[in-house]
């Protein structure tokens, strides 16, 4: 995990609002992976990034959900429009070419 | 797409056993299977990991073996004390050179280790 950082922590939002979170990746790495976790499940891909590029969004509902990895500053996956269904922790994994990926803490979504 | 099971969901084990985690992947395409130990709130944590080329790889109190033919590999965990509980996962990956690609994780196996 060292390395890899992502805030907020816990964000709260209510239905209708709009989720921000956003990960620093290991220095050094240039891909970012967002995943969702569910109580009690593992891990679910939702988007590969590269410096502004999207590589495959294949896990990633088409409506409402949206990622970015700018040039400068860190990944956003922005969450529009909440529902008590988004609530999850969201992870991301980050890592340079065919290597190993390392994860943030995570962003704990709670949708009241 | 991959499709990763693991088993089992739940295991716990007397201090200074051995735990065993296994789980099986469905691509023949996939050729990179890391471990994961996940705490309480906290993220994912890489504790070892292995690829096609190669059948066990060990580190310390901790080896992976790999078997290609079957689609399966596991995890093993000597002498294990209190500090190993956690929930474990195994993933798979197709990664190539230059390229790299989501992970796909298993369901988890809850580990405890009893005093």
């Known amino acids: 995990n060292a390395g890899v950082m992502q805030n907020p922590r816990h964000l709260v939002r209510r239905r209708g609002q709009e989720a921000r979170l956003r990960c620093s990746p290991m220095k050094g790495h240039s891909h970012v992976y967002w995943y969702r976790q569910l109580p009690e499940e593992g891990l679910k891909f939702m988007v590969y990034l590269q410096k502004e590029n999207i590589i495959d969004e294949s896990g990633m509902p088409k409506e409402r959900f949206s990622a970015e990895f700018p040039k400068e500053g860190p990944s956003i996956l922005r969450i529009q429009q909440v529902v008590r269904g988004d609530s999850a922790a969201y992870f991301c994994?980050?890592?340079?070419?065919?290597?190993?990926?390392?994860f943030g803490p995570g962003t704990r979504l709670t949708v009241l | 797409g991959e499709n990763v099971e693991q088993h089992p969901s739940t295991l716990s084990v007397q201090e200074g056993d051995s735990a065993v985690i296994k789980c099986t992947y469905s691509d023949s395409a996939s050729n990179y299977f890391p471990w994961y130990k996940q705490e309480l709130g906290k993220g994912p944590q890489l504790i070892i990991d292995?690829?096609?080329?190669?059948g066990e790889k060990k580190d310390q109190r901790i080896a992976v073996t790999l078997n290609k033919t079957a689609k399966h590999f596991s995890l093993h965990i000597t002498e294990t004390q209190p500090e190993d509980s956690a929930v474990y996962f195994c993933a798979a990956s197709s990664i190539n050179t230059g390229t790299a690609s989501k992970l796909t994780f298993g369901t988890g196996t809850r580990l405890q280790v009893t005093l």
């Open positions: 994994g980050t890592g340079s070419s065919y290597n190993e990926q390392f």
């Open positions: 292995i690829r096609s080329n190669v």
